[in-house]
């Protein structure tokens, strides 16, 4: 009777068993398990789900449409998506350091905020041309998300503060402060934004004609890839990537071993705030060209799910935020195609995140119903 | 047939475990008797935890089976475990820091009271009690009402034992219980353990001490390698016989030591006083020397002192007073690393939260003090390759077991290989000072031979050694010259041929001054 009841665990644990392949599989799995029980969902309300999830990738250009209308096509949907994936992939390896370091960098939004704003109003309204401004538009992000990451470390560092307080505090206080600004002095009395930055400091490039088509290039997605490849390099390979690991997984036995715990600190998130300025200046002058006053992006958040759901492996991340951008971007289509609300999409992002979350969990069901050794408890002595 | 049954309260018949790439248990048979005191003896890595977590229901085994008075059982949880009156007290304690005693005890199964008729609540007052009059029927002197982040660790045992006996647990396993106990304290528990005998209490010992085992137990399994070797009676066995069946092997208790010759003074510390976090002195105006090819051994109950010694030398924490020389160089101001590259060796107390990165590589931990030089890195860029060479060679010279190799996780390895990584690493970096805070802690016998065996190379070699140790017996085997700290006063500096181990105790006590 035993055997039997344990015949089901067996049968996944032979799929999710193998540790080597475990990166992989178990965030698959959870992906499946969310898009199951998501197909309840749509079924309920009386549709077909294979329809949604297919209209979910068509809506960001992995399938191809029904119909398009004139300089429009698959690919500049595909264009679009690659467009907000820019700024996701940044905001969530800006997590994804912090993480490693054992910090929990929950300012992205906040950060991101602060360097758009400066890099509009620094650049964004100057008559700079483009091969000067954009550049700028670049430093101007880094510096600024850099400065505000390291302040948070600085806090954390001297006053023993907790990174988590300060950079929710920080969130409101530039949130405040950069919406007041916008409100007196920058607002476009139309759209109760800011006024849009100029086309030369926009580091989307707009209505680009290739061929038939027209479409947006966002000129900083090939340089996220390569910085996520370098982060991953940075991380395995680097001296101060083995310390800043060392650091975050046990900084009692990093400061025994001579590195210096608070500097590394302090540059996790300085590196984490540089990041995240990337995000702000890809988002707010990009995939935007204007900040609206009073809120954070709900960009900064997901991102750190995102990273969640990549593991926090630079790699896994532009896997995670590739897919949770294709589903957001998606949704509106699926809306208005299957008439499926666009609010199931989140819910779609919601599910994966609340499942990938438990990937712990399935990973130590896995290893113990196949027979692993835990972590704790026996065999010790 | 049903005789024998009645006759034992539990019973394992045949059982195995594996685990990937090691067989835990192999064939495992023992029978255990109701109201006796029945010891595990075993090697480090021997199995004795992990037929006894099966038993507490944490694992399943492959084969066998357990039998529970009488009753075949099939154990998968351990609140099945404590169903069957079965209690453990691990060697890690599971307890919550800021909970009260009978707050942690009566966790989970909390008795309710109805206030004003309707409202529940939970009644401490009356299981402060009930705790009170359990602590006191069995010599388990603690106070209910404090919390576990006030009591001692000696303390915190107790609670874990009261936790077992206030859910009627019979048959109670402890998992090397003396492992963080001083030696007045070993005494203590093993009056306890025998006090549990006699109201009826079936206890499970797992230890490799086997003093311990002689003094209170009446029999003792002995496995090595995961296999039953023999059951002894122990009123009729000795040690050495005993040790023997352990190891497998005839043992030199006794490590050969060639006189010592000292060279110059390469450790001098001069009046060090070190405040804790609370602005206490724990290290009062201490001062000793120690020479090259000396092992210079400070012997003192946990808690007087000497810890907080060898982190100052390391640079681990502020010295407050005095002054520090390494080679007649002041390195007081200096930082850790520095200390580190200038000749500082240092196998600190805590393995787990100081000694390792648990989830770091096995290669990765042994290189943690080397990674920043050639060979190991290039300019910024770490060589791998060195790493997994530099580890292979260390886990042959020190016998270092580790089931993934040198990229395995240092958490999956077990306690006794752990401290010889890291005992490997730091003997390595071949300093001129070596500083080494209860090197032997957990390990068996013949590890413990082995690491002394070590000790004393590196002394013969000319090295400087601070040996920091609970263990008398560590101290007086090892040791040329031995300083006693008690309340953070080195109380007593002596040549080891010229001090008698009662002597040592006394100073170590603060009952001796000089």
Known sequence: MKNEQQKKPNFLAAILGSKRWQFITIPLFAILCSLLAISVIILLVGKNPLVAFQSLLEGSGFLPKASYSTYKGMITDFMDTLDALTPMLFAALAVAVAFKAGLFNIGVSGQMLLAGFLATVLVGYSDLPAGLAKPLVLLVGIAAGACAGGLIGILKYRFNINEVVSAIMLNYIFQYIISFFINTRLVDPVSRQSRNVSEAARLTLMNVEAGSFKMRVPICILPALLLAVALQVFLAKTKQGYELKAVGLNPLAARYAGIKVGGNMVFALTLSGALAGLAGVTYYLGYYQSIQPGTLSSLGFDSIAVSLLGNSHPIGIIFSSLLITAISRGSTYMSSTVGVRQEIASLVTGMILLFSACSGYIRWRVNKSGGFKRKRGGKQA | ?514
């Open chain 2, 1 to 514: 047939m049903a005789a024998a049954q009645q006759e034992y309260i539990v019973e394992m018949k045949g059982v195995t475990k594996r685990f990937p790439g090691v067989v835990a248990n192999d064939n495992v048979s023992i029978g255990i008797r109701k109201g006796e005191i029945f010891a595990l003896l075993g090697e480090n890595g021997a199995g004795k935890s992990t037929l006894m977590s099966m038993l507490f229901g944490m694992y399943e085994p492959d084969e066998g089976e357990i039998w529970v008075r009488g009753q075949k059982v099939s154990i998968s949880s351990p609140n099945e475990a404590v169903k069957l009156d079965i209690g453990m007290v691990h060697q890690h304690f599971k307890l919550v820091q800021n909970y009260t005693v009978t707050e942690n005890i009566a966790l989970g199964i909390e008795p309710v009271k109805k206030l004003g008729g309707f409202l529940p609540i939970v009644d401490i007052k009356g299981t402060n009690e009930k705790v009170r009059a359990l602590s006191h029927k069995f010599g388990l002197e603690v106070d209910p009402a404090k919390r576990i982040e006030e009591l001692k660790v000696y303390a915190q045992q107790r609670v874990e034992i009261l936790k077992m006996l206030y859910r009627e647990a019979e048959i109670l396993i402890f998992d090397e219980p003396t492992a963080v106990l001083t030696p007045q304290e070993i005494e203590f528990l093993l009056e306890i353990i025998r006090k549990l005998r006699e109201g009826g209490k079936t206890i499970i010992l797992i230890t490799h001490k086997l003093e311990e085992i002689k003094q209170v137990a009446d029999r003792c399994a002995i496995l090595n390698r995961g296999k039953l070797v023999d059951i002894l009676e122990v009123a009729a066995a000795t040690t050495a016989q005993m040790a023997n069946l352990m190891v497998g092997r005839e043992l030199h208790t006794e490590v050969e030591k060639p006189p010592a010759q000292f060279g110059k003074p390469v450790l001098e510390v001069k009046n060090l006083t070190v405040e804790n976090s609370d602005h206490f002195e724990v290290v009062k105006n201490v001062s000793f020397t120690v020479r090259g090819g000396e092992i210079f051994a400070i012997a003192g109950v946990s808690g007087n002192g000497q810890v907080e010694v060898a982190d100052a030398i390391a640079g681990l924490v502020h010295c407050q007073q005095g002054s520090i020389l390494l080679n007649g160089q002041d390195i007081t101001g200096w930082n850790v690393r520095r200390r580190c590259l200038a000749g500082i060796s240092y196998i600190p107390e805590d393995r787990h939260k100081v000694g390792l990165i648990l989830d770091f590589t096995l290669a990765e931990n042994l290189a943690i003090k080397k990674y920043f030089a050639p060979p190991f890195s290039k300019g910024t860029m770490l060589q791998r390759d060195v790493f997994d060479e530099y580890a292979g060679e260390l886990i042959e010279k020190y016998d270092i077991r580790s089931g993934g190799g040198p990229d395995g996780t240092v958490r999956a390895m077990s306690g006794g290989n752990q401290q010889k990584a890291i005992v490997a690493r730091e003997i390595e970096l071949q300093s001129d000072l070596m500083i080494f805070v209860q090197p032997t802690r957990g390990l068996d016998i013949g590890a413990i031979a082995g690491i002394h065996e070590r000790i004393i190379e590196e002394r013969n070699k000319g090295k400087a050694i601070l040996l920091i140790s609970l263990e008398l017996d560590e101290v007086l085997n090892c040791a040329d010259t031995i300083g006693a700290m008690y309340n953070g006063k080195m109380l007593k500096i002596a040549n080891a041929g010229s001090i008698t181990a009662n002597e040592v105790g006394e100073y170590m006590m603060g009952v001796k001054r000089s």
